[in-house]
């Protein structure tokens, strides 16, 4: 594995601290709660729908803030990952690899943080009885828009130009896949050098694509399946 950076570390602990605030409060407040929860609501506030009070419906979003930290830590770990990540400390696909990880927890970390927000404004409004997660819930909505915006444009400077390496046409498939088995690098330049492409020689390039892409379908599949059961 490549080592990942401090601020990578610092955030999966904040990830984690801030998934097990939520959990403690919301189980804390869970006795308290109505046995009908308010879910929709008419255009004076007052709430004209209901649905009864279980744990997973309170709970739904540390489930989303689970899903998140499962989602991106994951894409993070694959990202890290490297035969021989430790020797070659220096080498530019590995500092490439730990700043697109640490990116992609520290995006984590913005979006646990809003769940948890949200929370907390769930259980008010349930408490309550009138619609509305709060004015700050809009604000906290944008800035982490804003702050995910930050962290991209800042890991894609950290991530640079990949230094130019000799073409070889064999590690080429149609042209614009590099696949080379032999490279240990997971992030390879382009055939133009331009930008960071991956190298499919390695399995873990095509199971981070398939990562990807069945949490993105499954994970909101299942979690709405919790929210309306």
């Known amino acids: 594995m490549v ?13 984690a601290g801030i998934i097990l605030g939520s959990s403690t409060f919301l ?15 008419q255009r004076n506030g007052f709430p004209n729908g209901w649905q009864y009070k279980t744990l997973a419906r309170v709970m739904l979003p540390v489930f989303v803030q689970i899903a998140l930290a499962v989602t991106f830590g994951g894409v993070s770990g694959l990202l890290l990952s490297r035969p021989h990540g430790t020797q070659d400390a220096e080498a530019p696909d590995v500092k490439a690899a730990a700043a697109a990880a640490e990116a992609v927890i520290l995006i984590a970390l ?3 943080a809003f769940q948890g927000y949200a929370g ?7 408490s309550v009885g009138r619609a509305g ?4 819930y ?6 982490g828009l804003v702050l995910t915006g ?4 800042h890991s894609h400077f950290r991530l640079g130009r990949p230094p130019a390496r000799p073409f070889v046409a064999a590690h080429w498939r149609f042209g614009q896949l590099y696949k080379n088995p032999d490279d240990p690098a997971l ?3 382009t055939r133009n050098g331009l930008r960071w492409t991956l190298n499919f020689g390695r399995p873990i390039a095509a199971a981070l694509l398939g990562f990807i892409l069945f949490v993105g379908i499954i994970g909101p599949t299942i979690i709405l399946g919790l929210a309306f059961r």
């Open 138 to 143: 809009s604000y906290l909505e944008v800035l």
């Open 110 to 112: 913005i979006w646990v």
């Open 187 to 189: 992030f390879v330049p």
């Open 27 to 41: 189980l804390g407040r869970y006795s308290s709660l109505p046995g009908l929860l308010p879910v929709h609501f």
């Open 133 to 136: 997660l709060g004015i700050w």
């Open 3 to 15: 080592p990942p950076t401090p601020a990578t570390r610092v955030a999966i602990a904040l990830v």
């Open 150 to 153: 930050v962290v991209a444009v």
């Open 120 to 126: 907390w404004a769930l259980a008010q409004m349930w």
